[in-house]
C-alpha cells in the first residue's frame, strides 16, 4: 500500500470520515460490493464500513452462516430495503437482532435454508415491516409470527410438510400472502402437489366424512388427459357396529374399510350411484353369506380390491366372478380379491367350478391358500387347490340330491319298459291261445 493510501487511511480511522467508491480504502472488499447511487450490491460478504447513505443493500451468493444485524441500526441508518441470497452450500445458523427496532421496510431472504425457528417473531424486531420474502428455504411449518401489518409475503420454494396439519393456509389473505397458490408439498404423499389445493380437500373431506367413520386424503393425482388434479380419499368405518353398508361419503371416496361390522347385505353397491366410483372395499369379518346381489352390476366388473375373509360365504357364483373379471378395465395388475376363512363347500357341483376360477386368476387371489372347506365337512380346512374332483365327486357314502334323482329315474324307466314288456306278452298269447292273463282271471 502506497504512503498516500496510508494517510488517508489514517484520516479515516481517526476522522471517521466515510469515503465512498475509493479505490484507496480496503480494496479487498470494494472490489466486491458496487454502489450505484442509493443501491449497494454486494457479493459473498457483508460490508464492514458504514454506508449511512444507503437505501438499498443486497448480498448475493452470501456465505455467512451468522447473520448478525446489531450494529446495523448505526452503520446503515437510512436502509430500507435488505435482500440476502445464498446459493446451494450456505446455512445460516442464527440471526441476531438489536434491542432497538430496525427501521428496514423490505426483507427478503431467500436461499439460507433457514426453517421455521429462525423466523419466530421476526417481525417484532422492525418498525413498519412491509414485506417479507422468506423463499426457497427450509420452512416446513407456517412460521409463527405477526403478519397484521405487512403488505406482502413470499414464501414459495419452502419443504412444506403437508403431513401436518393445513389449516393455517386456507385463513391467510391472497392479497398479502402473493405466492400461495405456488407453494408446493415436500416429500410423499402429496410431493410437489399444491398445498393449497391440498389443504382445500382435506376441508371438504372432514366436512363430508361418513358419521362415525375417519376419512383421510391418501394422496392426489393429476390425470393426463384433463390436468385436473383429483384427490384419493379413504373412508374408514372398521368396527363401528355397522349392518348395512354407509350410504354417503366424500365424493371423490376410492378406498372404504368396513371390517370388523355385522353388514350382510351388499345391495347398496349395486343400488347407490356413489360407490360407482369407490374401486376398494374391504368387508373382511362381517356377517356376508354370498355375493349373488352383485351378478350382472357396474361396481363388480369395475372394482380394484374387494377384500371377504372371514365371512360366512358358502359358495360364489363363479360364472359371474369370472364374467366380471373379463371385463373389469383394472386387470390384470390392480385387481385384488381376498376369498380366505370362509367355510367353503367342497361338493361335487361347486367345487371343480370354483378350483378352476381360482387356478385362472391366482395372481388376483392372493390368499389363495386361505381358502379351505368348511370345518364341519368331509375335507375339514384342506385348501381347496389341494383337493382333486375324485375326492369330492366319487365318494360312495356321499350322494348328491342331483345324483339320488338320476338313480331313481333309472328305476322308473327298468319298470315301464318291464311293463310294457309284461303287456306284449299278454296279447301275444292271448292272440295265440286265447287265453287270458293270469292276473285278469283273478279280477272280479
Not at 443486497?58 to 435482500?83: G, M, P
Not at 450456505?90 to 428496514?104: M, N
Not at 435454508?113 to 420452512?139: A, C, K, M, P, R
Not at 393426463?224 to 380419499?233: A, H, K, Q
Amino acid at each position: 500500500m502506497t504512503s498516500t493510501s496510508m494517510t488517508i487511511g489514517v484520516l479515516v480511522m481517526v476522522l471517521g470520515i466515510p469515503i465512498i467508491g475509493t479505490s484507496y480504502i480496503r480494496e479487498e472488499h470494494l472490489e466486491n460490493c458496487v454502489q450505484n447511487n442509493n443501491h449497494l450490491l454486494c457479493k459473498n460478504e457483508f460490508p464492514t464500513k458504514a454506508y449511512t447513505n444507503i437505501d438499498v443493500l443486497k448480498i448475493t451468493d452470501s456465505r455467512i452462516d451468522n447473520l448478525d444485524l446489531k450494529n446495523w441500526h448505526r452503520s446503515f441508518q437510512n436502509l430500507s430495503s435488505l435482500t440476502v441470497i445464498g446459493n446451494n452450500r450456505t446455512k445460516l445458523r442464527r440471526i441476531a437482532f438489536p434491542r432497538e427496532k430496525l427501521g428496514i421496510k423490505i426483507l427478503k431472504l431467500n436461499n439460507l435454508q433457514i426453517t421455521s425457528v429462525f423466523l419466530e417473531n421476526i417481525t417484532n424486531h422492525f418498525i413498519g415491516l412491509e414485506v417479507l420474502d422468506i423463499s426457497n428455504n427450509y420452512i416446513a411449518d407456517f412460521p409463527k409470527f405477526n403478519y397484521s401489518s405487512l403488505k406482502e409475503v413470499y414464501l414459495k420454494g419452502n419443504k412444506w410438510n403437508c403431513s401436518k396439519s393445513l389449516e393455517w393456509i386456507l385463513d391467510l389473505d391472497l392479497s398479502v400472502f402473493r405466492d400461495l397458490p405456488e407453494l408446493k408439498c415436500f416429500r410423499m404423499p402429496h410431493n410437489n402437489k399444491p398445498l393449497l389445493a391440498i389443504a382445500q380437500f382435506r376441508k371438504i373431506t372432514a366436512e363430508t366424512c361418513t358419521p362415525n367413520c375417519s376419512c383421510h386424503l391418501e394422496k392426489c393425482v393429476t390425470y393426463m388427459n384433463t390436468d385436473v388434479l383429483e384427490p384419493i380419499i379413504e373412508v374408514n368405518c372398521s368396527f363401528r357396529g355397522f349392518r348395512t353398508l354407509p350410504d354417503t361419503f366424500p365424493v371423490k371416496t376410492k378406498t372404504i374399510r368396513l371390517e370388523g361390522n355385522e353388514i350382510s347385505d351388499l345391495s347398496a353397491l349395486r343400488t347407490n350411484l356413489r360407490y360407482r366410483n369407490v374401486l376398494d372395499i374391504y368387508l373382511d369379518n362381517n356377517k356376508l353369506t354370498n355375493i349373488h346381489v352383485l351378478e350382472g352390476s357396474h361396481w363388480l366388473t369395475n372394482f380394484r380390491v374387494f377384500s371377504l375373509r372371514n365371512n360366512q360365504i358358502e359358495e360364489l357364483p363363479t360364472y359371474a366372478l369370472d364374467d366380471a373379471f373379463k371385463r373389469n378395465p383394472n386387470m390384470p395388475d390392480a385387481v385384488r380379491l381376498n376369498l380366505g376363512g370362509n367355510p367353503w363347500r367342497c361338493n361335487c357341483v361347486f367345487m371343480p367350478r370354483f378350483k378352476e376360477m381360482l387356478q385362472k386368476y391366482a395372481p388376483q387371489i392372493k390368499d389363495i391358500r386361505d381358502i379351505r372347506c368348511a370345518e364341519d365337512s368331509e375335507n375339514s380346512l384342506v385348501p381347496i387347490m389341494d383337493l382333486s374332483r375324485s375326492s369330492v365327486c366319487h365318494s360312495p357314502t356321499e350322494y348328491t340330491v342331483q345324483e339320488a334323482l338320476d338313480l331313481l329315474n333309472v328305476v322308473l324307466g327298468l319298470l315301464i319298459i318291464l311293463i310294457l314288456g309284461k303287456l306284449a306278452y299278454d296279447y301275444y298269447n292271448f292272440k295265440k291261445t286265447g287265453k287270458l292273463p293270469w292276473i285278469v282271471t283273478k279280477m272280479p
